[in-house]
């Protein structure tokens, strides 16, 4: 079992940054692909960024792209999103999951096995 656990959401203003970061105890990290997803009230969970386990290749949503940037900390088996020029649109409970071996696709929620509670960002306009 993974447990996995988001933090450093908050309040910000348009154009501002903030860091959100996904800490896993249970088990490593090791191997795996870790994404990011976002989901506003109303609407369906919406993927966000992932990265591979040496950091050597990421995605994102091209609504993001430039202004996101996914990273990971094997060492201390904990995966950021830091996202700048933050936009209204932007505000959503982030969550943070672990890929289970066999999803292939990044972007959909069904290629993931544990997720975290999720942290919420809001931007303010």
């Known amino acids: 079992q993974v447990q996995l656990v988001e933090s450093g959401g908050g309040l910000v203003q348009a154009g501002g940054s903030l860091r959100v970061s996904c800490a896993a105890s249970g088990r490593t990290f090791s191997g795996t692909v870790i994404g990011w997803f976002r989901q506003a009230p109303g609407k369906e969970r919406e993927f966000v960024a992932a990265i591979n386990w040496s950091g050597g290749s990421t995605e994102y949503v091209d609504s993001v792209k430039g202004r996101f940037a996914i990273s990971r900390d094997n060492a201390k088996n904990t995966v950021f999103l830091q996202m700048n020029s933050l936009k209204p649109e932007d505000t959503a409970v982030y969550y943070c999951?672990?890929?289970?071996?066999?999803?292939?696709?990044?972007?959909?929620?069904?290629?993931?096995?544990?997720w975290g509670q999720g942290t919420q960002v809001t931007v303010s306009s």
């Open positions: 999951a672990v890929r289970n071996p066999f999803g292939r696709d990044w972007s959909q929620p069904a290629s993931y096995a544990y």
